[in-house]
């Protein structure tokens, strides 16, 4: 493994890095990964890093992030799979640990997104635990859910959870946001792990039947993990109100259209 210097700190970056994490088994691979979460929450920002360090090291930690979770969310996915149509009225009774966790994050939504005229949501990144739409659905359940991914077994594995659950207005298409035909649409999510944000958010701004804009967005300290576009958004933007962190180094920004 090649050695990677770091000229502006953060040691615990060029341990994680000479790790080789993404070669070790599971449970190897998830203790390491959360001693990184913890040493990145302990900090304020990757602001230091220069340049180059940050492009190597958000490319590693992006990657070890998404599989992190594709980890931590199987034992939920399994478990409501099996329970199906004896899951009840809330999705989200069933569910406890991280599956529970990544449930609740959105839970500011109530406060950020006027529902009141909504009909259509589309969430771009809804992977194969589609967490984020299945808290909209039981707090929002006469709206129309579409999933948006890229990998078709995330979408074949959320749209057959879907079906053991008897939920049928949540639905999943394999397609990128960047191409997607937003008109229709009332209230766009953008998933954390999305890339390029931009784009997408380029994508929603040519409909304008999308009033309203979510983006989870990584916390300072997080930008390793995850893309942040706030410090870049599409001149069709502008951030009107954040949800807070929770604990998970992410946040929902909620966008105006100027």
């Known amino acids: 493994m090649k050695m990677v210097l770091l000229q ?23 203790r390491l990964h959360e001693w990184l979460l913890r040493e ?12 180059g360090e940050r492009a190597i090291y958000r490319d590693l930690c992006s990657r070890c992030q998404k599989r992190y979770l594709v980890i931590k969310e199987a034992p939920a996915y399994k478990s ?56 909209l659905h039981d707090n929002f ?25 008897g939920i049928d207005n949540i639905h999943f298409e394999l397609v990128d946001g960047r191409q997607y035909d937003f008109d229709g649409t009332d209230f766009v999510y953008v998933a954390n792990h999305v890339i390029p ?35 870049d958004l599409p001149s069709a933007f502008i951030p009107e109100a954040a949800g807070s962190e929770g604990g998970t180094m992410s946040y929902d920004l909620m966008l105006r259209r100027r």
């Open 141 to 165: 359940p006469t709206l129309h859910y579409v999933g948006l991914d890229i990998d078709p077994g995330c979408v074949k594995m959320a749209t057959e959870l879907m079906t053991a659950l």
């Open 80 to 135: 409501l799979l099996a329970v199906g149509r004896n899951a009840g009225p809330s999705i989200g009774e069933n569910l406890g640990g991280f599956g529970r966790t990544v449930y609740d994050r959105v839970r500011d939504l109530k406060k950020l997104v006027d529902f009141s005229n909504c009909k259509n949501v589309v969430m771009v990144g809804s992977g194969a635990f589609p967490a984020t739409l299945l808290w």
């Open 8 to 30: 502006s700190g953060f040691a615990f970056l060029r341990q994680y890095h000479q790790e080789s994490p993404l070669d070790l088994d599971d449970d190897r691979f998830v």
């Open 197 to 231: 944000k931009r784009s997408v958010l380029d994508q929603i701004a040519r409909s304008t039947s999308v009033r309203q804009v979510v983006v989870r967005e990584p916390t300072p300290r997080a930008e390793l993990l995850s893309e942040a576009v706030k410090p």
């Open 40 to 51: 990145l929450s302990a900090i304020d920002t990757i602001a230091k890093l220069t340049p």
